[in-house]
């Protein structure tokens, strides 16, 4: 496993951007395949965005998909996930995940996971 720290969130309003960040420790980060999942209160998490370990390859979820934008620095240790135009459902906490040695390029069930960070609040007003 890797140890994962999430920074960015905060309070916006509708139309503004936010850029999360999440640190992992270890020398594995390489080959984890990392993602990103959001859990508002009442709802199951779901699925955000997820980028592979090697080629950098992406996927999102509809909700998202041209507005969010992730991506990583292996030099770094970090993945992030840039938020444009948000909006009010788009509110939630926001988790980092991380599975190393994954087998499959893209996953986006948090039981695909074996990492989670402690979450961060993304709060966007109307």
């Known amino acids: 496993q890797v140890q994962l720290v999430e920074s960015g969130g905060g309070l916006v309003q509708a139309g503004d951007s936010l850029r999360l960040s999440c640190a992992a420790s270890?020398?594995?980060?390489?080959?984890?395949?990392m993602g990103w999942f959001r859990q508002a209160p009442g709802k199951e998490r779901e699925f955000v965005a997820v980028i592979s370990k090697s080629t950098g390859f992406t996927y999102y979820a509809d909700s998202v998909k041209g507005r969010f934008t992730i991506s990583r620095d292996n030099t770094k240790n970090t993945v992030y996930l840039q938020m444009n135009n948000l909006k009010p459902e788009d509110t939630a906490i926001y988790y980092c995940?991380?599975?190393?040695?994954?087998?499959?390029?893209?996953?986006?069930?948090?039981?695909?996971?074996?990492?989670w960070g402690q979450g961060t609040q993304v709060t966007v007003s109307s």
């Open positions: 995940a991380a599975k190393i040695d994954a087998s499959r390029l893209i996953a986006t069930t948090p039981a695909e996971y074996d990492s």
């Open positions: 270890g020398r594995t980060f390489s080959t984890a395949r």
